[in-house]
């Protein structure tokens, strides 16, 4: 740490002054040293959740605590925080940061920039000699990518914020029917050793930096966006059921052709879903058709429906709508729904994003609120503790990508407005 | 061959004893034997064109040919010919016979009950002692099915009735990028050697036995089908390009859906070829949507379009509306129609239905007149030839599906009125 202590009543010209010391050559260096953990050809990453990439991410980033200085413990799931100490030990710490693993074949800043802008600021923060009163912690979550292998994700703060939930989260498995207890095992046993933290011992606030993930920023040509909610989350799975069949000889009048009632139904729920002002997200991502063959009549089309609202109402009514729409659509065909996932939304209010538009407004930057259509780590935190997120806009709102990208001035001003931020909630 | 010979001039009481010498018993095990080869666990048969189970079928027929005497000839395409001679050698042949590859998973029946029935009609014939003036051959065509991974079919009939398509077709290639040039060249390394023969070396006639593949003989309880003619094939493939994104973050009115736009064209299209006729053919078989994944919005949807027939007028006005009807439906996003295959309507008259129609009065079974909406290797072989076609049921018209399936008392029948067939033919 520092040498220098300045006062826990940081005034206004040396959170500024602060805020010069996010050192963005330091954030890019360390953002391409992550980003060659896992690299790909097409330059993305692909650091799958519990994978030895993910471990070796890990590696660096207790690296880098400990060449500062830094404490750093880890609770059972794998979640290490980073700490820097304030000038009142017993009270509970603000938590900053996101997740290290990515989607297969992902990008450079989905997650890890949370982390890296968190690690930054507490340098920052160290850097300007200032003094708070609680302490300052930056985390890695972990598994928060785990949908595209095990269904579910932010595994790492749902066991931190609810560990009645893990007996359940142990038993889930991947696609190559690996539980993720085992998974867990293997990505621990690689891992290097810090102090233990029991589950859910309390954050006094948790504030978030991530990539929008989406476009609104960049279209409004904003540099900060203040997240105002996650939305609820809800997924099905549409399985049609009709009979394979010539498709040269099989009359229109007795075919069960799959396709043909999957676009029904998809066509149906398109106007249920349809929002004029443009709230609902409604989408089918996935559609699979078999036998897939160009002269045979598909004898069966599974689709699925991600569907996000702000709502509990909107998500609760439209939700349950898409099993009624499926039967009414389904022509001659069988189909069967059933839900995959229903997370309900999460408001973030109070003292959180009025800390962070404080921040904002004091560096003068650009700004909007804004939900975020994707769960972040911060929908689960937040059943424990105040929370809130800081957006930074991303090339396109292309995510889950390799092509995902941010400009480094985007990445700086995020770690000054978070590091302003997390210097007056310390000093709460 | 059988030693006793009869005069050329069989008369009515010596077909009607060839008839007899039809051994169902024979020809069940020869079924059974063939189903053996890529027999899958529901009951069907995977014996994809050019595969070792595709030279194993063709292993096991020549077997049948060595055993019996029969002589064998094949062509550069695989194409195989077992001959029974006639009196008169100098004579063309009169050919009969189908394929012995599938579609995947696809049934016990397609294509091999062809080979059967020719194979068992030689043998009958041979029992039977009759001599006919013309020799005659069952034929294996190469490749039929090929349209599942190779988007056109017929390949072999093409190639033996035009070998001035031969280039073309050689570097057509698979789902898995090989040619054809490549695939054949795999297939006859694997291949039992016989004498040559050169393509388009002349036929005097050529009959095709098939299941129906199709619900009208079983509907009005027929059991034979005289094929008046090959319905007209266009098919077409339908590439939809949008911009993958994220689920949750991207609002509708920024979205370029692929899945979106490929429904709504697809639904479009169902519009214009809607047929209270119940004539047309339209089926989108293959749906193939990338990323593919539950959260991330469809940036490609790329789907196939098969097309039939019977009239060239309607196949034509309605085929080139697709592109412009995907033009006008694609939203935001870039659509690209391209046709994959373009065949004409064949209609079987003359020699070879009203031969089939004599058969099947004098055997005394029930019959009806219909056109194919499959595609046949008689609808190449008819370009050289006069052709004809004899249809048997099949369960419910289900086929290209493993529970494709015909009884044995209609697979008997369709071979004796094609033995009777073939043995007035050869007397011509």
Redesign the interface.
């Given at each position: 740490m520092g040498e220098l202590r300045m006062s826990r009543n940081a005034n206004s010209n040396s959170l500024q002054m602060m805020a010069g010391h996010v050192d963005q050559d330091r954030l890019w260096q360390r953002h391409l040293d992550m980003a060659s953990i896992g690299a790909t050809a097409l330059g993305g990453v692909h650091r799958l959740p519990f994978s030895k990439e993910d471990a070796e991410s890990r590696r660096l980033f207790l690296s880098w605590a400990s060449a500062r200085g830094f404490g750093a413990e880890m609770d059972d799931f794998g979640n290490i925080f980073v700490r820097r100490d304030g000038t009142e030990r017993t009270l509970d710490p603000v938590v900053s940061g996101s997740h290290s693993d990515t989607q297969p074949n992902g990008g450079r800043f989905d997650g890890i920039y949370g982390v890296l802008a968190a690690f930054e600021a507490l340098e920052a923060i160290d850097d300007a000699g200032i003094a708070t009163r609680r302490p300052i912690e930056a985390v890695i979550w972990t598994a928060e990518e785990a949908?595209?292998q095990f269904g579910v994700g932010c595994l790492g703060s749902q066991a931190y914020a609810n560990p009645s939930k893990l007996p359940k989260l142990m038993e889930i498995r991947n696609n190559r029917n690996i539980p993720v207890k085992q998974a867990l095992a293997e990505l621990m046993e690689d891992h290097p050793r810090v102090g233990h933290r029991a589950f859910k011992s309390p954050i006094a606030y948790y504030v978030e930096a991530h990539i929008?993930?989406?476009?609104?920023l960049e279209?409004r040509d904003k540099t900060i966006g203040i997240v105002t909610a996650i939305?609820g989350?809800r997924?099905f799975k549409v399985q049609v059921t009709g009979?394979?069949?010539?498709?040269?000889?099989?009359?229109?009048?007795?075919r069960k052709?799959a396709?043909?009632a999957a676009?029904q139904i998809?066509?149906e729920l398109?106007k249920v879903f349809h929002?004029p002002s443009?709230v609902?997200?409604f989408?089918?991502?996935?559609?699979?058709?078999v036998?897939?063959?160009?002269?045979?009549?598909?004898?069966s089309?599974t689709f699925?429906i991600?569907f996000?609202h702000p709502e509990p109402e909107a998500l609760k009514l439209l939700g349950d709508k898409i099993a009624v729409v499926a039967r009414d659509n389904a022509g001659p065909c069988d189909v069967k729904v059933s839900e995959?996932r229903n997370t309900s939304p999460v408001a973030f209010k109070g003292i959180v994003p009025e800390t962070i538009l404080k921040a904002v407004e004091n560096l003068d930057y650009s700004y909007m609120y804004l939900p975020?259509?994707?769960?972040h780590d911060a929908r689960y935190i937040a059943e424990m503790c105040p929370a809130g997120m800081i957006f930074i806009p991303c090339w396109h709102?292309?995510?889950?990508?390799e092509a995902e990208s941010a400009t480094l001035y985007d990445m700086t001003a995020g770690t000054r407005v978070l590091a302003r931020t997390l210097v007056e909630l310390a000093n709460l």
């Open positions: 949908d595209a929008e993930q989406g476009p609104e279209a939305q989350h997924s009979e394979a069949g010539h498709a040269g000889n099989t009359p229109e009048r007795l052709d396709l043909v676009m998809f066509s398109r929002d443009d609902i997200r989408t089918v991502g996935e559609m699979d058709v036998p897939n063959a160009m002269a045979v009549i598909p004898g089309a699925t991600d996000r995959l975020s259509g994707a769960g709102g292309v995510s889950h990508n």
